[in-house]
């Protein structure tokens, strides 16, 4: 009978995609919830939109936990899940970094 032996690079290959769910999952997450507030507090209360937001951001966190799982590669994984975690914190900072461009001048 054959001894089934998992090869280091897959072990290493699903701890990669372990990680990108857990930490990837949490800065989309995070890059969500501030984007998403950004977005609606003009259209409700403050406290609404960081609620609203918080809570859809556990369905964004969800979901990148399933995409790393489902890409093809662990690289894959991590790219679904950091780029578009880079991209909303970018666009949640962009008021910050006009704001203070406007006063530093």
């Known amino acids: 009978m054959k001894t089934a032996r998992a090869d280091w690079r897959y072990r290493l290959a699903i701890t990669s995609r372990a990680l990108a ?26 406290v609404e939109a960081v609620l609203t937001a918080t809570m859809l951001a556990w369905l964004a966190y969800a979901l990148a936990a399933a995409w790393a799982f489902y890409a093809r590669t662990a690289w894959g994984a991590w790219g679904g899940t950091l780029l578009p975690a880079l991209a909303l914190g970018a666009c949640a900072t962009t008021p910050q970094w006009t704001q203070w461009m406007r006063t530093a001048a």
Do not use: E
């Open 21 to 46: 769910a857990t930490a990837g999952g949490y800065a989309l997450a995070a890059g969500f919830a501030a984007a998403l507030t950004l977005g609606l507090v003009p259209f409700m209360p403050r």
